[in-house]
């Protein structure tokens, strides 16, 4: 992994070092996971169900992607996911505050978007 690629992402508030150590310190795998990460469905199927009001499963896509960008060390969509995550555990969708959720969501996007740009600007 180039230290470009490393400085951007802890810049951009990832725990690389943490993360690293998950990896046994195996810096081309971490490199590898990275780049299979943009191929996620769960970042588009999320937008799509939050679209469809659809919030069981908008659920757990949001749970599915808290668990890949945690496992990543990419920290800044692991706390806003989680935000989501929380707004649609265990709630009808009555009981779902559309307009938090909708807020949170932009917040994931913001986030995951730089994230997404930064390994693709890196990935061989």
Known sequence: MEDKFKSQLVESGADVET???RFMGNEAIYQKFL???PDDPNYHNLGKNLEEAAFEAAYECAHALKGVVGNLG???IFDRVSDLVEELRNKAPEDVNVERAKEEWQEVKKVYEKFI???KENMP
């Open 74 to 76: 990419l920290t800044p």
């Open 35 to 37: 780049g299979r990460f």
């Open 19 to 21: 993360t690293l150590k």
């Open 117 to 119: 740009a930064i390994i």
